[in-house]
């Protein structure tokens, strides 16, 4: 079974720096989808990025970037120029190209310091 | 843009009692998930519907039901009720062969 691992429960970053949040994952598949939500305290889950395996190029989304390494099957987000406003939980998550189970990641709450 | 629609936001039922959570996806979409997020806890996938048929089932309880209409709006029925139900459930759609799901604000269960 595909297994999704943030090992970091909480970190901050101060407003304007860059923070990178750290997610591994174990799957025995080919195809298969990675995605980083967030989840601020209103509790809605945003999808903030994705990332299709069969790409090499890393995604990126104006300030979210990843850093996918698929051989070591680590999938990283990072944040730049942090907002206030991107405060809140961060959610990896592994979607399998045949079927349609999310396995996502414990969370890692983000601060950002003014 | 329309959302993923999910009613109620709140609900409190008791022990042993039923509730039915209603799911409204994105229009055009096909697909419908379900998913439980206990306190502190990363979401837990319960089932799927695809074009009005279950196609994947995770860790749903027995005493839970689900379906998908014809006009696509899924329904997610507890019965039985456990104070270890209390959790916020979540609705999911995706378009047809889409990978990404967007999610719905969920629905807050407490179970006194």
């Known amino acids: 079974a595909q297994t999704v691992t943030q090992s970091q429960p909480e970190m901050s970053v101060q407003e304007a720096e860059t923070v990178t949040l750290s997610c591994t994952y174990d799957t025995s598949e080919s195809d298969y989808y990675l995605f980083w939500y967030k989840q601020p305290p209103s509790r809605q889950m945003i999808l903030v990025i994705r990332q299709e395996a069969y790409k090499q190029q890393n995604a990126t989304e104006n300030r979210f970037s990843v850093n996918f390494q698929k051989a070591a099957k680590s999938f990283s987000l990072k944040i730049s120029d942090s907002q206030l406003g991107d405060a809140a939980m961060y959610f990896c998550a592994y979607r399998s190209a045949y079927n349609n189970d999310m396995r996502f990641g414990a969370g890692t709450r983000l601060t950002v310091k003014p | 843009a329309a959302g993923v629609i999910q009613s109620p936001r709140h609900l409190i039922k008791e022990k042993r009692e039923t509730a039915t959570l209603k799911c409204y996806p994105i229009?055009?979409?096909?697909?419908v998930y379900w998913y439980q997020q206990g306190p502190g806890q990363d979401p837990q996938f319960l089932i799927s519907f695809y074009e009005k048929m279950q196609s994947d089932k995770g860790s749903i309880p027995d005493r839970f039901s689900a379906q998908q209409f014809s006009d696509y709006h899924s329904e997610l029925n507890m019965s039985s009720l456990e104070l270890g139900d209390s959790a916020l459930y979540f609705c999911?759609?995706?378009?047809?062969?889409?990978?990404?799901?967007?999610f719905g604000s969920g629905t807050q269960l407490s179970v006194l």
């Open positions: 999911a759609s995706s378009s047809p062969r889409g990978e990404k799901l967007f």
């Open positions: 229009p055009r979409h096909d697909t």
